[in-house]
């Protein structure tokens, strides 16, 4: 295995063309807002080809409103794309239910200005992605808008058609649903270092190095999604996590490429095959207390923001 330290150069997708017979204004006033509400939708669906299907509808809205009663492009469009992201949870659950084992978010480059329109990293990280599909569609939506885009209470509120209380009310049983659910997440600078103490023992096989890094309890999450040989059931107590990576590093990484990257606002673990194709992105959850998730990606559709470009 070769081991390297350098950020991916892979740019984020680009923007979708918009094909519509709308005044440059108006087009210049979604676009402006488009990173948002991408950034939005794909923070409360986890896939980044829901988030652009959502954004698609929300064109399709806008391209088909009287623009000329709109005071508030911006506010309008977020309206829209929260309202339609909130629809959207529902079919994307059911999905999920009969999901080939674990699900996880799609990991999203974020190493070159992403377009997640972002202007805090809140809900972004793989851990809280995967808690948010536990809350109520309200819920995820308030969280969303208030810690990641900074939108104030009655601003959430015109959103969910609700009262400003209300919204209040929403947003602080989501924020205490998820700290209730999660240690104190570690800071990044730590994340990273658990990260390349990770990867540094993986790469010689040190399991007694590895052992250190885990909690006692610490949970294996692999998304194959059907598409690949992958384990169907989380893997939970160092022991049986330790037996599963060195499987997986014997078998499958033996001859990759294991490179630290940008995703989702922080580090992650790349492994490539010798032809640069993505065979896993590898995010781990660390705490004061060690490394406590290991979420494993190696579902190609899910993978390909991290593809070499063609």
């Known amino acids: 295995m070769t081991v390297t330290s350098d950020t991916a150069d892979n740019p984020s997708a680009p923007a979708a063309g918009w094909n519509a017979n709308v005044p440059d204004s108006d087009l210049a006033a979604f676009e402006d ?32 409103t009287d623009r000329r009663v709109v005071r508030n492009p911006a506010a309008f469009l977020t309206t829209t794309t929260t309202r339609l992201a909130i629809n959207a949870t529902t079919s994307a659950h059911t999905r999920r239910e009969t999901y080939v084992g674990p699900w ?28 948010l599909e536990k809350l109520t569609a309200p819920e ?8 990641a885009f900074g939108y104030s209470y009655r601003e959430i509120a015109e959103v969910l058609d ?37 990867v540094a023992a993986a790469q ?10 885990l909690v006692d309890d610490v949970v294996v999450r692999p998304d194959g999604g059907g598409e690949v040989h992958a384990s169907r059931v989380e893997l939970v107590g160092a022991a049986r996590t330790l037996t599963f990576l060195d499987n997986v590093l014997r078998k499958y990484w033996q001859d990759s490429t294991l490179r630290i990257v940008e995703a989702n606002g922080g580090t992650a673990l790349l492994v490539t095959s010798s032809t640069g194709e993505p065979q896993a992105v590898v995010v781990l959850d660390g705490s004061d207390r060690g490394i406590e998730h290991v979420y494993i990606q190696v579902a190609p559709s899910k993978m390909r923001q991290f593809a070499p470009a063609v």
């Open 33 to 64: 807002v488009r990173p948002r509400l991408f950034g939005i939708a794909y923070r409360m669906l986890g896939s980044v080809a829901e988030a652009e299907d959502v954004v698609q509808d929300a064109w399709l809205r806008w391209q088909g």
């Open 104 to 131: 996880l978010p799609e990991p999203v480059d974020t190493s070159a200005d992403p377009a997640l329109g972002a202007e805090r990293a809140e809900a972004l990280e793989m851990a809280v992605l995967l808690l």
């Open 140 to 147: 995820r939506a308030a969280y969303v808008l208030h810690e």
């Open 162 to 198: 609700t009262t400003e209380a209300n919204a209040r009310q929403v947003a602080r049983r989501a924020r205490e649903h998820l700290a209730s659910e999660r240690s104190a997440p570690a800071p990044p600078a730590q994340q990273r270092r658990l990260l390349e103490s990770f």
């Open 204 to 213: 010689v096989g040190d399991l007694d190095g590895l052992e250190r890094l």
